[in-house]
Nanobody
Framework: QVQLVESGGGPVQAGASLRLSCAAS????????MGWFRQAPGKERELVAA????????YYADSLKGRFTISRDDAKNTVYLQMNRLKSEDTAVYYC????????????????WGQGTQVTVSS
């Protein structure tokens, strides 16, 4: 079992930065690829960024490439999402997810999920 807990969300103004954290339990964190998803009201859950278990591959959605950065610190069992120059369209609940093996764009492929953290960007 893996438990994931997100933190770092909150209300910010457009142009601001936030860093989301996802703390994972378990001794096998390093064997999981990790993803950040977001879901805005009335929209599908979408993959924002992902990082492979060995940090050999990263993925970013085209709409935010260059603004967001995913990273992981396996010694701390934590994955981060650095979000810069936030826009109103970034408003969503952000979820951390873990998948055994390699990265997937499909939410249903992920094995474990956090409870989500709200990010609200106002202009």
């Amino acid at each position: 079992q893996v438990q994931l807990v997100e933190s770092g969300g909150g209300p910010v103004q457009a142009g601001a930065s936030l860093r989301l954290s996802c703390a994972a339990s378990g001794r096998t964190f390093s064997s999981f690829s990790m993803g950040w998803f977001r879901q805005a009201p009335g929209k599908e859950r979408e993959l924002v960024a992902a990082i492979s278990w060995n940090r050999d591959y990263t993925y970013y959605a085209d709409s935010l490439k260059g603004r967001f950065t995913i990273s992981r610190d396996d010694a701390k069992n934590t994955v981060y999402l650095q979000m810069n120059r936030l826009k109103s369209e970034d408003t969503a609940v952000y979820y951390c997810a873990a998948i055994r093996g390699y990265v997937s764009r499909t939410p249903g492929a992920y094995d474990y999920w956090g409870q989500g953290t709200q990010v609200t960007v106002s202009s």
